[in-house]
C-alpha cells in the first residue's frame, strides 16, 4: 500500500508542501491516510478537513480558513444524481449558478458563474495547477457573454476526491481570471481498490434521457506509487419545452399560406410541434483521466491528465418548406439562372420544412508533469500543464439556398469550420520556513510562471458560406480565419507569519508581463484573529485583475448572406481600430471581504462574510452599429421602394447609417461589400432588407458586486445515526455603475443617446437581474446501516430578463421585464446498501416538477401567434430561470465498491 509505514515522513511532507504550492500540499497530505480515506473529510467533518486553495499555511482546515472556503467530497457530489460536474456544484453551492440554456454553440458548452459574475471571473485548478479553458467562446451577451472558461464537463465526478472553493479574489496568489473565487478540483490518488457507478435518468415530462457509467481504480505499480484512473462515458438526449409553430399550424393567414402551398408540412416530425430548439441537446461524450505519482526519499513525481471527445447537436429554428428551392423545368431537370423566367416551377428541397441541428465534435485533452520535494528546509515544485481543446463545427440536416439555386446541388452537412484553443503552463513554486522568533516560523514562499496560449479559427468548407451560408449557421470564411498567440511571465512572493499564537498574517504580491498588453502588479493581504477558541474574525483586501481571452480579441464571426453583412468583428482587428475601439485591455478589480467564524462545539461551526467588487473596465459584448440598414431611407429618396421606407428623422437615419462602421466592415471583408446588400433585385434601387452591422468585444462597463455568504454545518447524533444539517445562503447584488463611451468615430443619438450606448439597456438587465440577489440551500443527510436519505431544499429569489414587446401586444415597442418567480426545489435522494460494497440509490432533481414562470401571454405571446411567428413556439419559458426549463429530473444509480 502507497507510503505504508512512512507516517513519519508524511507528517514532514504535508508541513513543507503547502508553502511551495496548493498541489503540493495535496499530494503530501495524501501520505497521512491511504486510499480515498485521504482525499476529504465526509460532509459532516469538512471544517476538519486539510485545505490547499487560497492559503500556504501548512496543515489548515477549512474551518481556521482565513478566507471563505468550501468543501465538497466526491459522495456529495454523487448524491446531487447529475453526471455533469457543474449541475452538481450550482445544486451545492448557491453562489454557483449553472447556466440552463444556452444559443447556437452554447448549447453544447454550458459554462457556470460564481456570485453572478462572469465565468472567465473564476479560475478552474486541477490538483492544484491552471486548467484550460474551452475555444468555444460565447458570442452571447449578459453575464455568460465572452465565457471561454474550462469546460467542466471533461472532468468526470468519480475522479474527484474533493472540490475547494475559495470564495474570494485569489489574482495575486494564481493570477488572472481569479476574481470571484478558485474552484480546486482534486482528483483521487487511491492506489488500490475502486468503483463502479451506473446511473440512469430523464426529466419527469418526457426528453433528457440520461445513462451514464464510470469506473475508478487505483493500484501501485511499483512500491511508493500510485496510478488512479476513471474512464466515463455518458449519453444525454433532446429535451424539449416549446409550443406548437403557428408558421404551419393554427388560425392565422402565415399558417394559412404555407399550408395551402406546402401542404407536407403537417408530415414534418413532431408536428404541429416542429420548432425544437427550445430544450437540452443531444450530448454523447466520453472522459478519462489519471492521477499518477511515485515518491522516493523526500522527493515525488508525479503526473496527471484528461482526455475527452464530445459530440453534442442541438436544434435549431425550424424551416419551413420553401426556405431551400431551385428552378427546375417540366422534366424536374435544372435550369440555369441565366433562363430562368416567370414560369418556372419552385420545388422545395424539403417537402415537409426541416430543422437544422447544430453540432460540435470536440476534443479536448491536457497534461501535467512535474517533480517536487524538499532540500533541507527549502521547498519545491517544479511542473507543467500542456492544454489542448479543438471544437469543430457543423451543421447537420439542413442546406444552402443560394448554392442550391445557382447550381441545382447543396450538401445536406457542412463542416463550418473549427475553434482551436492550446495553454502551455510551466511553474516553479519555492517555500522557505524562517525562524524569526514569532509564535510560528515565517513562511516564505515564491515563484515563477511562464504561459503560452494560442487561440484559432479554421475556415470550413466553401459550401458553408457560400451565398447565404449553411442554414441555421453562416460557415467561417478565409477572412474569419486565422491563428494568434500570446505569452505571459509572472512572478509571486507570499509571506505568512503568526505575530502571536491566535494572529494570522497573510501577504501576497503577483506582477504580470503580457507580451499582447504589457504589466500589471496586484497585491493581496489577508488576516484572521482568533478572539476565543470558538470565535474569530478575518478579512482580506486584494487588487485583482483579468486579462482579455485570446478568444475575445480574435474571435471573427462575419457573415455574408443574399441581404445582410454582419456578426462579430476581432477586438483587436485593424477595422475594430477604426472605429475607436484599440483592441482589449484587462480588467481590473477591488475586493473587500469581512466576516466571522463561531464554531461553539466540534460538530458545529458557522460563518458569516460579506464581499465587496468593484471591477473596472468589465469586458462586454457591444450592441449592434449599423453601416447600412435599407428600411431607413435617406431623407427626400423617391426610388421605387421609398413608399415602404421607415418615416424619416435623421437621427435614426445616421444611428443605421453610419459611414465609419460601412468601412470598417468593408475593411475586414478585403475592401468590398456585395452590391445586392445594397440594391434590391432591380438592381437599381434601395434593398429594404439590406443590413451592414457589426458588434465587437470591449471594455464595455464598470461594475460593483457585493454580498453575504452564510454556511451553517450541525453533526447530530440520534439513536437512529447521525444526521448531518448545512444550511448556506447567498446575498449577492451586481450593479452596473457606468458604461464607456462610444468610440468618437461612431455616432451618438441626439434624442436618446441610450439608444447608442456601447452596451444596450437589455445587457445591462440580464447583467443586474439575471443572478437570484437570495439563495439558500438547506441540506440533511442520514445513514445508519443499509440506509440513507439525502434531502435538499433550495431557495431562488425572483430574476428576470428584459424585452421588447411586439407589435400587436397591448404593450407594443416598450420594454418590458420578463420574470421568473421566487421559487422552491427540492431534491430527494434514498440509498439502500443490500452488501457492504453495493449501494442502490434513486432520486429526483426538482422533486415536485416545479416549472419557472411562463413568458406573458396576454403582452408577448399572443402577438406572435396571431402574426404566426416562430417566436411563439420558443419562447415559453424564460431562458435565464436559475434552476432550468425542463421541470423534474428523476433518476437512479447504482454503484458497487471494491
Known amino acids: 500500500?502507497?507510503?505504508?509505514?512512512?507516517?513519519?515522513?508524511?507528517?514532514?511532507?504535508?508541513?513543507?508542501?503547502?508553502?511551495?504550492?496548493?498541489?503540493?500540499?495535496?499530494?503530501?497530505?495524501?501520505?497521512?491516510?491511504?486510499?480515498?480515506?485521504?482525499?476529504?473529510?465526509?460532509?459532516?467533518?469538512?471544517?476538519?478537513?486539510?485545505?490547499?486553495?487560497?492559503?500556504?499555511?501548512?496543515?489548515?482546515?477549512?474551518?481556521?480558513?482565513?478566507?471563505?472556503?468550501?468543501?465538497?467530497?466526491?459522495?456529495?457530489?454523487?448524491?446531487?444524481?447529475?453526471?455533469?460536474?457543474?449541475?452538481?456544484?450550482?445544486?451545492?453551492?448557491?453562489?454557483?449558478?449553472?447556466?440552463?440554456?444556452?444559443?447556437?454553440?452554447?448549447?453544447?458548452?454550458?459554462?457556470?458563474?460564481?456570485?453572478?459574475?462572469?465565468?472567465?471571473?473564476?479560475?478552474?485548478?486541477?490538483?492544484?495547477?491552471?486548467?484550460?479553458?474551452?475555444?468555444?467562446?460565447?458570442?452571447?451577451?449578459?453575464?455568460?457573454?465572452?465565457?471561454?472558461?474550462?469546460?467542466?464537463?471533461?472532468?468526470?465526478?468519480?475522479?474527484?476526491?474533493?472540490?475547494?472553493?475559495?470564495?474570494?479574489?485569489?489574482?495575486?496568489?494564481?493570477?488572472?481570471?481569479?476574481?470571484?473565487?478558485?474552484?480546486?478540483?482534486?482528483?483521487?490518488?487511491?492506489?488500490?481498490?475502486?468503483?463502479?457507478?451506473?446511473?440512469?435518468?430523464?426529466?419527469?415530462?418526457?426528453?433528457?434521457?440520461?445513462?451514464?457509467?464510470?469506473?475508478?481504480?487505483?493500484?501501485?505499480?511499483?512500491?511508493n506509487s500510485y496510478v488512479n484512473l476513471t474512464v466515463q462515458k455518458k449519453k444525454k438526449g433532446f429535451s424539449f419545452r416549446g409550443d406548437v409553430d403557428p408558421r404551419v399550424y393554427g388560425d392565422n393567414t402565415v399558417a394559412a399560406a404555407n399550408l395551402a402551398n406546402y401542404p407536407d408540412a403537417v408530415n414534418q416530425a413532431h408536428y404541429p410541434y416542429v420548432n425544437r430548439i427550445l430544450g437540452d441537446p443531444y450530448v454523447n461524450q466520453t472522459t478519462a483521466t489519471y492521477n499518477a505519482g511515485y515518491q522516493f526519499g523526500d522527493f515525488e513525481l508525479y503526473s496527471f491528465g484528461s482526455y475527452g471527445h464530445k459530440y453534442a447537436r442541438a436544434y435549431e429554428n425550424y424551416r419551413t418548406p420553401g426556405i431551400v428551392t431551385s428552378h427546375v423545368d417540366a422534366n424536374g431537370d435544372f435550369v440555369a439562372p441565366a433562363d430562368w423566367s416567370d414560369t418556372d416551377t419552385v420545388v422545395p428541397f424539403y417537402p415537409s420544412g426541416f430543422s437544422p441541428l447544430e453540432a460540435v465534435r470536440e476534443t479536448d485533452w491536457a497534461v501535467t508533469g512535474g517533480f517536487k520535494g524538499t532540500v533541507g528546509q527549502l521547498g519545491f515544485d517544479v511542473a507543467s500543464t500542456y492544454g489542448h481543446d479543438l471544437v469543430g463545427v457543423y451543421v447537420e440536416n439542413s442546406g444552402n439556398s443560394s448554392l442550391y439555386r445557382d447550381t441545382g446541388f447543396t450538401p445536406t452537412e457542412f463542416h463550418n469550420g473549427d475553434f482551436k484553443a492550446t495553454q502551455w503552463t510551466n511553474t516553479l513554486d519555492l517555500t522557505l520556513p524562517v525562524e524569526i522568533g514569532l509564535a510560528s516560523p515565517l513562511n516564505l514562499a515564491g515563484g515563477i510562471e511562464w504561459r503560452r496560449e494560442t487561440y484559432g479559427i479554421t475556415d470550413g468548407d466553401p459550401a458553408s458560406y457560400y451565398g447565404s451560408g449553411a442554414q441555421s449557421f453562416f460557415g467561417y470564411a478565409p477572412a474569419n480565419a486565422g491563428s494568434h498567440h500570446r505569452t505571459n511571465f509572472s512572478q509571486y512572493l507570499d509571506v505568512s507569519f503568526n505575530p502571536v499564537d491566535d494572529w494570522l498574517v497573510d501577504g501576497a504580491v503577483r506582477h504580470e508581463h503580457y507580451s499582447d498588453f504589457g504589466d500589471t502588479t496586484v497585491f493581496k493581504l489577508t488576516s484572521r484573529y482568533d478572539i476565543t477558541p470558538t470565535f474569530a474574525v478575518r478579512g482580506t483586501v486584494s487588487t485583482g485583475f483579468r486579462a482579455p481571452t485570446l478568444g475575445e480579441g480574435f474571435y471573427s464571426g462575419i457573415s455574408v448572406g443574399p441581404n445582410s453583412v454582419g456578426g462579430v468583428l476581432p477586438a483587436n482587428s485593424a477595422a475594430a481600430a477604426s472605429l475607436g475601439f484599440g483592441g482589449l485591455k484587462p480588467e481590473k478589480s477591488t475586493n473587500l471581504s469581512a466576516g466571522v467564524v463561531f464554531t461553539p462545539s466540534s460538530r458545529l461551526s458557522i460563518t458569516l462574510d460579506g464581499y465587496w467588487i468593484k471591477i473596472r473596465d468589465r469586458i462586454l459584448i457591444t450592441g449592434s452599429f449599423y453601416g447600412f440598414r435599407g428600411q431607413y431611407c435617406p431623407a427626400g429618396y423617391s426610388g421605387a421602394n421609398a413608399g415602404s421606407c421607415i418615416p424619416y428623422t435623421e437621427d435614426a437615419y445616421n444611428i443605421y447609417n453610419q459611414q465609419a462602421v460601412y468601412d470598417a466592415v468593408s475593411s475586414a471583408l478585403g475592401g468590398t461589400i456585395p452590391s445586392y446588400v445594397l440594391i434590391d433585385g432591380t438592381g437599381v434601387d434601395r434593398n429594404l432588407s439590406g443590413t451592414v452591422r457589426i458588434q465587437t468585444f470591449a471594455n464595455g462597463a464598470d461594475m460593483t458586486t457585493r454580498g453575504i455568504d452564510f454556511t451553517a454545518k450541525y453533526d447530530m447524533l440520534t439513536g437512529i445515526g447521525p444526521i448531518n444539517w448545512s444550511l448556506s445562503a447567498n446575498y449577492n447584488e451586481n450593479k452596473v455603475d457606468s458604461i464607456a463611451a462610444l468610440p468618437s468615430a461612431l455616432y451618438t443619438s441626439t434624442v436618446d443617446p441610450t439608444a447608442t450606448a456601447?452596451?444596450?439597456?437589455?445587457?445591462?438587465?440580464?447583467?443586474?437581474?439575471?443572478?437570484?440577489?437570495?439563495?439558500?440551500?438547506?441540506?440533511?443527510?442520514?445513514?445508519?446501516?443499509?440506509?440513507?436519505?439525502?434531502?435538499?431544499?433550495?431557495?431562488?429569489?425572483?430574476?428576470?430578463?428584459?424585452?421588447?414587446?411586439?407589435?400587436?401586444?397591448?404593450?407594443?415597442?416598450?420594454?418590458?421585464?420578463?420574470?421568473?418567480?421566487?421559487?422552491?426545489?427540492?431534491?430527494?435522494?434514498?440509498?439502500?446498501?443490500?452488501?457492504?460494497?453495493?449501494?442502490?440509490?434513486?432520486?429526483?432533481?426538482?422533486?415536485?416538477?416545479?416549472?419557472?414562470?411562463?413568458?406573458?401571454?396576454?403582452?408577448?405571446?399572443?402577438?406572435?401567434?396571431?402574426?404566426?411567428?416562430?417566436?411563439?413556439?420558443?419562447?415559453?419559458?424564460?431562458?435565464?430561470?436559475?434552476?432550468?426549463?425542463?421541470?423534474?429530473?428523476?433518476?437512479?444509480?447504482?454503484?458497487?465498491?471494491?
Open 1 to 223: 500500500m502507497k507510503y505504508k509505514g512512512t507516517a513519519s515522513i508524511a507528517a514532514l511532507a504535508v508541513s513543507l508542501c503547502a508553502c511551495v504550492h496548493p498541489a503540493l500540499a495535496q499530494s503530501a497530505a495524501s501520505m497521512v491516510a491511504s486510499g480515498a480515506e485521504s482525499a476529504a473529510a465526509p460532509d459532516g467533518d469538512a471544517g476538519e478537513a486539510i485545505i490547499v486553495t487560497g492559503t500556504r499555511t501548512t496543515g489548515m482546515k477549512a474551518a481556521d480558513s482565513p478566507a471563505p472556503i468550501q468543501i465538497l467530497d466526491g459522495e456529495a457530489l454523487a448524491r446531487t444524481g447529475q453526471p455533469d460536474l457543474i449541475q452538481s456544484l450550482a445544486q451545492s453551492l448557491p453562489s454557483v449558478q449553472a447556466q440552463s440554456f444556452g444559443g447556437d454553440l452554447q448549447a453544447m458548452n454550458l459554462q457556470m458563474k460564481l456570485r453572478g459574475l462572469s465565468p472567465n471571473h473564476t479560475l478552474i485548478l486541477i490538483n492544484g495547477k491552471r486548467r484550460h479553458g474551452t475555444a468555444n467562446v460565447s458570442i452571447a451577451g449578459g453575464p455568460y457573454g465572452g465565457s471561454a472558461a474550462p469546460d467542466m464537463s471533461f472532468i468526470p465526478s468519480a475522479a474527484i476526491g474533493h472540490i475547494e472553493v475559495l470564495q474570494d479574489g485569489a489574482a495575486a496568489q494564481y493570477g488572472t481570471d481569479a476574481i470571484a473565487g478558485v474552484i480546486n478540483v482534486i482528483l483521487k490518488d487511491a492506489d488500490y481498490g475502486g468503483s463502479v457507478t451506473a446511473t440512469a435518468g430523464k426529466y419527469f415530462d418526457g426528453g433528457g434521457e440520461t445513462y451514464s457509467i464510470s469506473g475508478n481504480v487505483g493500484f501501485a505499480p511499483i512500491e
Open 758 to 898: 456601447l452596451i444596450d439597456k437589455f445587457a445591462v438587465w440580464t447583467l443586474e437581474k439575471s443572478t437570484p440577489k437570495f439563495r439558500a440551500t438547506a441540506g440533511m443527510y442520514w445513514e445508519s446501516g443499509m440506509f440513507s436519505v439525502n434531502l435538499r431544499e433550495s431557495y431562488y429569489s425572483k430574476v428576470s430578463s428584459l424585452s421588447t414587446a411586439p407589435g400587436g401586444s397591448p404593450l407594443a415597442g416598450q420594454a418590458i421585464a420578463i420574470p421568473v418567480k421566487a421559487s422552491f426545489i427540492t431534491d430527494l435522494e434514498v440509498g439502500f446498501k443490500p452488501a457492504e460494497a453495493i449501494k442502490i440509490s434513486i432520486g429526483a432533481n426538482n422533486l415536485f416538477n416545479h416549472y419557472p414562470t411562463k413568458t406573458s401571454y396576454e403582452n408577448i405571446r399572443a402577438a406572435y401567434e396571431t402574426a404566426g411567428s416562430s417566436r411563439f413556439a420558443t419562447s415559453v419559458y424564460p431562458t435565464v430561470s436559475p434552476f432550468g426549463i425542463n421541470g423534474g429530473y428523476y433518476y437512479a444509480r447504482l454503484g458497487v465498491n471494491f
